[in-house]
T-cell receptor
Framework: RKEVEQDPGPFNVPEGATVAFNCTYS??????FFWYRQDCRKEPKLLMS???SGNEDGRFTAQLNRASQYISLLIRDSKLSDSATYLC???????????????FGKGTKLSVKP | EAQVTQNPRYLITVTGKKLTVTCSQN?????MSWYRQDPGLGLRQIYY???????DKGDVPEGYKVSRKEKRNFPLILESPSPNQTSLYFC????????????????FGPGTRLTVL
């Protein structure tokens, strides 16, 4: 079974801290990568896509290392409102196929304290 | 407002009583999917649909049925619910099927919390 693995946390950090989440995926045929955010008892929402060259959106930076099959998310200057569960998501393919499905990691819980 | 809606949001039922959870999207999306989310197991895909009249099994399809007669609707049917189907269910949609290299965002409904006694 192809897997997406994440540290479940929880990560408890003070406001203003920098926190990093890591994720590994087992299917080398995976093509697209994402971080979703899920607040308690709510639906997941896209935080950012992860591109090969890495990308940044304000305080959030995502990196992809295809050789190591590793994805990361860095949050700088954490806010109370960043408290949530962060899901690593991979668009998985089978070799020779064109249709993929999203595979979700189990999520890393972040709690930002005042 | 662009959205995915699910009904009911909460449901308590008994073993064996057929139920349907409705899902509707107003974004003209081709691809729709159902997930269940359980503590310690994360989100697991039940069924998905690439377009009208095209459905396929996900990772955990046993005990569930779906249909896609119209583009906007993708109901989830539990013919004979059992307690192990107690879970939080999410419907999701995206613009197109998940082609290689695509970065189509999946939009999720608000979730349906189902308890089967």
């Amino acid at each position: 079974r192809k897997e997406v693995e994440q540290d479940p946390g929880p990560f408890n950090v003070p406001e203003g801290a920098t926190v990093a989440f890591n994720c590994t995926y087992s299917n080398s045929a995976s093509q697209s990568f994402f971080w979703y955010r899920q607040d308690c008892r709510k639906e997941p929402k896209l935080l950012m896509s992860v591109y090969s060259s890495g990308n940044e959106d304000g305080r959030f930076t995502a990196q992809l290392n295809r050789a190591s099959q590793y994805i990361s998310l860095l949050i700088r200057d954490s806010k109370l409102s960043d408290s949530a569960t962060y899901l690593c998501v991979v668009n998985e393919y089978h070799y020779g196929g064109s249709q993929g499905n999203l595979i979700f990691g189990k999520g890393t819980k972040l709690s930002v304290k005042p | 407002e662009a959205q995915v809606t699910q009904n009911p949001r909460y449901l308590i039922t008994v073993t064996g009583k057929k139920l349907t959870v409705t899902c509707s999207q107003n974004m003209n999306h081709e691809y729709m999917s159902w997930y269940r989310q359980d503590p310690g197991l994360g989100l697991r895909q039940i069924y998905y649909s690439m377009n009208v009249e095209v459905t396929d099994k996900g990772d955990v399809p046993e005990g569930y049925k779906v249909s896609r007669k119209e583009k906007r609707n993708f109901p989830l049917i539990l013919e004979s619910p059992s307690p192990n189907q107690t879970s939080l269910y999410f419907c999701a949609s995206s613009l197109t099927r998940l082609l290689k290299g695509s970065y189509n965002e999946q939009f999720f409904g608000p979730g349906t919390r189902l308890t089967v006694l």
